[in-house]
């Protein structure tokens, strides 16, 4: 598929992809609960106990037999002897006997014997070692039960559920505390420009720092994946080459980001179609901006070239390679499943008029103003490859391709940079 | 302040925490652009340079002195002779005279004496080494002069600013390859309760494996703090003042989780007013779950006395550890200024009558699903000190202390877990 193809919409985009790329299944590898935070269960996980393990008080007060407190009320308090209490930790030393109240603080274990606890606050104790009651309690009352928690053989978790903080507290409480889990993704970014140097290295006239390996490494990183940064390449073919021969065979995808040269494109479309097969499946998106993005497979994996000017590649890496990513890590995420956004959004009103090219969607950096109680989004804009367009901007709204742009005082949805 | 005071709102509870506690200047440390995501700029970063550092043409084409091209049109087009290309990355050979023209590709830097570029598509070249121009270009036309994206000598991050993908780009492109950043707050999680065993022990009856040490862990992680462990103490006074008096002097702050019995809590507060000054300033907060919330201060530090209750632990977090670790980290967030909120949240309508306790701000989880293109609210119930209960829901709203419940049908607003 060499030349240039059309651009295509941005859905058309992803759907083409689908359509010559599936993940495959993840590789797995084993953790510590300590280390398993955002991390992607590989299998099911299920309790091999019960929890909790035993009937537990879910008060301070006095385990008893609820029977024999029917019918205490304060006019006619039960009066039952107190044997003893239970230790926080430990099992009681011996079971209970009809008559008898055993004090027993929250969390503690239930003496063989007694199936409900009365609270400290409808007692009182009488000198002789006897315990009045004015309540009665009914059978289970302030008692959690083994197993209302989680039954063992129930499946505490699913395949694909990613691991927030109160589930590494759930694995801990049953006992499991290394987890099989989905490797991270690994996208490899490749640098390619002859203008570009390292950001430690005084450029010369004409040369410029590299600057897309930093963004670009930030937003893997926060996606939960792992950059690989294999370099800065001059615009020459056999290094590119090589770097993305290797690149395929070492990560989940491929991202060179580039100059936004004629020439430099072209020789990223070249290179993804010698390795070809089938190469280059989009030459092109209706994006602005980013609309000279390449999207090919190569090996079964999916190879990116990315327009060099920074807000682009963001734009872009949103767009596609988070995604991308997503799907890659393993994770099934039930809220997206419901259409709920995995980013921040915002409403906001339009601050000033802003046109769009139509026939393309249009990402527009914008910043927040809080004015009169409402949100006010103000249109950064700069000529194309500007760097801090970017850090001016809280966040992106998008102006559909079919709309010709937005009116000052129209609400727009912003989504927050991460 | 000895002995158990009244519970007091969550507001007022901060309010009280803030009259008693102004966290320090963060300490300060430098790290590499590539360590730097996250991070908070412990100073100003001013450009030492102007980004471009010269003019670049910022499309493919002819760099041209812009007077040779007034009046061009296809009835009557300029021609300039062909003096040459620049080559990316490189200055241009020799400056450009009158009459002539030089292909430049976008990003290449202009030659001396030219001052705008002509886009290719409207230009021709013609067999005698000359280039036919059918539009004229202003000066400046397709030029990004030197410091439009930033000047030397301008700001170009202010201290307490948190390091994003875009900003590590930015810093990349104007040679700042280590920053001046903020260490980050670290939180001391103590363990107590005589029934806790580490979680990868098998418990004995009575016993329980540790739960909150990793919820906290984790929870303190996602707020880009770091979690320090001192472990699992039983109910005894000497180990845990140590361990506390250990964690003072090591953290930035502290959190005690514990049973929830009331001689745990007992303790926890002892503790604190022991080692005081103030010690206890809060003992309880009407907040439903985490009630028994202790909230002092020692040797300068916030130290937290938490229930053992999960769920308490993760709405205790939210309310009053989040917010105190990222005051602690000095981040100056600017949409939090705006009131933007730092998570996500979506709005649903609840799926049943739930009525709370009055008096109390009720933290109710609640599963999400979708029907009928909305989003509905499930409360996930549970007795107090379950632990899936949290693993269930999706996120939770807040039932306001002065409401008594949430009808059926009535919208809500749902704060996604991270």
Redesign the interface.
Known sequence: MLGRSKAVGVGEALGILRSHYTPPEPGREEVS??EA?GRVLAADIISQIP????P?S?M?GYAVFSADTFGASEQIPAYLKLAGE??????ALHPISHGEAIAI?????LPDGADAVVM?EHTQTLDAGELEIIRPVAPGENV?QPG???KAGEV??TRGHML????????????T?RVPVFKRPKLAIINT????VP??R??????????????????V??AGAIPVLKGIF??EYGPIREAVESAISECDAVALTG??????QDLTAKIINDLGNPGVIVHGVSVKPGKPVIIGVVGGKPVFGLP?H?VAV?VCFNLFLRPLLKEISGEID??E?????G??V?EARMARNYSSVPGREDHLGVM???GDDE?WAYPVL???????T??KA?GTTVIPADRPGIAKGEKVIVR???
Not at 86 to 91: C, L
Not at 193 to 196: C, L, Y
Not at 337 to 341: A, D, E, N, V
């Open positions: 609960l300590h935070l929890l909790p393990e035993f537990r879910s301070d239970v230790v926080m930790g430990e099992a603080p929250t969390g503690g274990m400290l959690v209302d928690d989680i505490a978790f927030r903080p109160q589930d590494l507290g759930a694995l801990a409480g049953i006992g505390t420009g002859s203008e570009i950001a430690d005084t450029p010369r006239p004409g040369q410029v720092r590299d600057v897309n390996s930093y963004t670009l490494a930030g937003l990183r926060l001059r615009d100059g936004s040269s004629v020439g430099n060099g920074p963001a039930p809220l499943h419901m259409g709920i956004s980013v921040r915002v927040l103003k809080k949100l700069g000529k194309s490859g500007l760097i801090f970017l850090v809280h927050l940079f991460d």
